[in-house]
């Protein structure tokens, strides 16, 4: 199914809003800081967030999978359900897809379909965690990490394969994320398996394109739970220096153990021009993938103060490429998607109302309570108007989960797919 821009010109009527007296309070307190609301208005209205192909379906445990009904079970219908998001938020506008679970069977077709949906395809994503049904060779003990040379050649070739497909889409960037570990303690040599995954990286970047980026991802355990070859942000980066210039590290806020600083993991990574790319999710223990900003808000924005930050002062680390990568175990996929826009822009728009003046000022002073009043002022400020002035101004819904249940549209999904359509992939 498709939104029509005039459905939703017809929602944002009915809606009453008041939000012109909360943006006019708005303009007024931080046009006194030298802070203008109208570009920030605007850049939040531009920002733009990569929806997983894999994420359109119920998540799950190794313990079950409950789905909601009315899932995807085609590229083209992932790519409906994207726009789906994307009309409502006018956030979604890009797509990053999974290899082997969603190659296209005919890549002009799907194309057409992303286009219709004014989706572009962002990051490519291999799978050597998994053996496939058809493998030659078997990831059981390692991709590129591992000792057999067979295996090996066999995920570096993978990687290749998925960066061709990505070639014919559009794509600009492959991300590696790794399985590679041990279980047990002398499973391994861990200077084999770091020499070994090295070098397969490197056959890999050389093999990209000219004009694409390489993101490296690390996650400290899980599936192995003794070592993980590339466990921390450390690893990943030292392995991006050892490919070359157009490699990067990549963040996601579920791989750290808890309690990490990623705030600072962030930041030094931007000073040294290497975050390449961000994916959101939340935790409260590991690698939870809940819906962004519902355990740790706070801490999402602290983060975002320094993506702002980097952004503007860090000209030589790339626009990094944004993306959710959570798992909606009991909701509805595209409600937990719409959740999650929805803390990511409030976040950043948080970080944008910081007075960075004020702040680089209390920071050079000492001035250790002002520097936490000054954050906590931007934290605390409800940006919700600013949200709905920014997708106004784009043509989205004031409020896409209200609208995406005024629609009924999950109802209207599994009337089309049926109760029983699941997704592919994991």
């Known amino acids: 199914m498709r939104i029509n821009p005039d459905q939703i ?26 802070i203008p609301l109208d570009d920030i208005i605007n850049k939040v209205a531009k920002f733009q967030v990569a929806i997983p192909s894999w ?61 219709s949906h004014d989706i572009i395809f962002d990051a490519m994503n291999s799978n050597t965690f998994q053996d496939q049904s058809s493998a030659k060779e078997s990831y059981k003990f390692g991709s590129l990490n591992s ?19 990505g070639q014919q889409l559009g794509s600009k960037s492959l991300t590696v994320w790794l399985a590679d570990g041990a279980s047990f303690p002398g499973q391994l040599n861990f200077q084999t398996a770091l020499r070994n ?76 021009g290497k975050l390449g790319g961000f994916h959101f999710n939340d935790s409260k223990y590991g690698d939870d993938d809940l819906t962004v900003g519902a355990i740790k808000p706070y801490a999402l924005f602290l983060i975002f103060n320094e993506l702002v930050y980097g952004i503007e002062n860090n000209t030589q680390n790339p626009y990094p490429a944004w993306m959710i990568d959570a798992s909606h175990n009991i909701k509805d996929p595209l409600e937990d998607l719409l959740q999650s826009l929805e803390a990511i822009l409030i976040a950043y728009t948080q ?26 002022d931007a934290y605390r400020t409800d940006v919700r108007p600013i949200l709905i002035a920014a997708r106004i101004k784009s043509g989205a819904a004031i409020h896409p989960l209200k609208a995406y249940r005024a ?6 999904l599994i009337e089309t797919r049926g109760i029983y359509a699941q997704a592919t992939g994991l």
């Open 197 to 272: 995954t090295e070098k397969s990286l490197k056959e890999i970047y050389a093999s990209m394109p000219d004009d694409w980026k390489l993101f490296i991802e690390y996650k400290p355990y899980e599936p192995n739970f003794y070592s993980t070859t590339i466990q921390d942000w450390g690893t990943s980066f030292m392995l991006a220096n050892a490919c070359g210039e157009r490699a990067y590290t990549l963040v996601d806020l579920g791989h750290h153990l808890p309690n990490t600083n990623i705030e600072q993991i962030v930041a030094t990574l931007m000073y040294k």
């Open 9 to 34: 010109q017809d929602f944002n009527k009915k809606q009453n809003d008041l939000y012109q007296n909360e943006i006019d309070f708005l303009h007024n307190k931080f046009s006194k800081q030298g």
């Open 407 to 412: 629609f009924n549209i999950r109802k209207k």
């Open 147 to 165: 000792t057999l040379e067979a295996s090996r050649a066999y995920a570096v070739e993978h990687n290749k394969e998925v960066i061709r497909i």
């Open 55 to 115: 994420a359109l379906g119920a998540g799950g445990t190794r313990f079950g999978r409950f789905s909601y009904g009315g899932e995807p079970s085609s590229l083209e219908e992932k790519l409906d359900d994207i726009g789906i998001l994307h009309a409502l938020t006018k956030t979604a506008g890009a797509v990053s897809l999974h290899i082997p679970w969603d190659i296209p069977q005919d890549v002009n077709a799907i194309k057409d379909v992303a286009k």
């Open 351 to 376: 970080a944008l109302l910081v007075n960075q003046k004020a702040l680089k000022e209390a920071q050079l002073n000492n001035d250790v309570a002002k520097c936490q009043e000054l954050l906590q």
